[in-house]
T-cell receptor, first 114, second 110 residues
């Protein structure tokens, strides 16, 4: 079975550019999570969807960040405009139903903003 | 105070040793607890869930102490392959809230 798929795996961009990260959750999973991981702040939950509806977006840093889940098999995290402090590894994870179920992580997107 | 706190380590122990980590949480309404493992430059993966009665999976034992609000992970007969960062996770389903600890780094030496 395919796990959580993320693309791109690596992204290098210049400050001010728009960045779009993509995620395909495990088929049949109803919850999807976007996380950001840095050495300084660890793993931070950005946003959590259940049945394609955003449930908790309190972790989204600011208006430059937006996330969508147009259907059960696809989600995007967009940063516009990007800044050097956005450099991090962004993970997408999915779980069968609730936030308290086991989460399966994708391989992550390593973002570098110059 | 952080909602979930872990000793960052690193813990550097010889192969075959027993090592234990603790993780404290501040929200008494927390309902579900997990330990995840993360290898260098890889994604986190579930190691084990933590049940109220405590649970064991081979060399790994997890325990929950609700009164003192901490969970623990014990690794017996440690192997070189146990070297990783161990993340404590606390979740509260009523608030759809899940929080990862910052992780404890473990290094097993030959």
């Amino acid at each position: 079975d395919a796990g959580v798929i993320q693309s791109p795996r690596h992204e290098v961009t210049e400050m001010g550019q728009e960045v779009t990260l993509r995620c395909k959750p495990i088929s049949g999973h109803n919850s999807l999570f976007w996380y950001r991981q840095t050495m300084m702040r660890g793993l931070e939950l950005l946003i959590y969807f259940n049945n394609n509806v955003p449930i908790d977006d309190s972790g989204m840093p600011e208006d430059r960040f937006s996330a969508k889940m147009p259907n059960a098999s696809f989600s995007t995290l967009k940063i516009q405009p990007s800044e050097p402090r956005d450099s991090a590894v962004y993970f997408c994870a999915s779980s069968r139903d609730r936030s308290t179920d086991t989460q399966y992580f994708g391989p992550g997107t390593r973002l570098t903003v110059l | 105070r952080k909602e979930v706190e872990q000793d960052p380590g690193p813990f550097n122990v010889p192969e075959g040793a027993t090592v234990a980590f603790n993780c404290t949480y501040s929200n008494s309404a927390s309902q579900s607890f997990f330990w995840y493992r993360q290898d260098c430059r890889k994604e986190p993966k579930l190691l084990m869930s933590v049940y109220s009665s405590g649970n064991e999976d081979g060399r790994f034992t997890a325990q929950l102490n609700r009164a003192s609000q901490y969970i623990s992970l014990l690794i017996r007969d440690s192997k070189l392959s146990d070297s990783a960062t161990y993340l404590c996770v606390v979740a509260e389903s009523s608030a759809s809230k899940i929080i990862f600890g910052s992780g404890t780094r473990l290094s097993i030496r030959p």
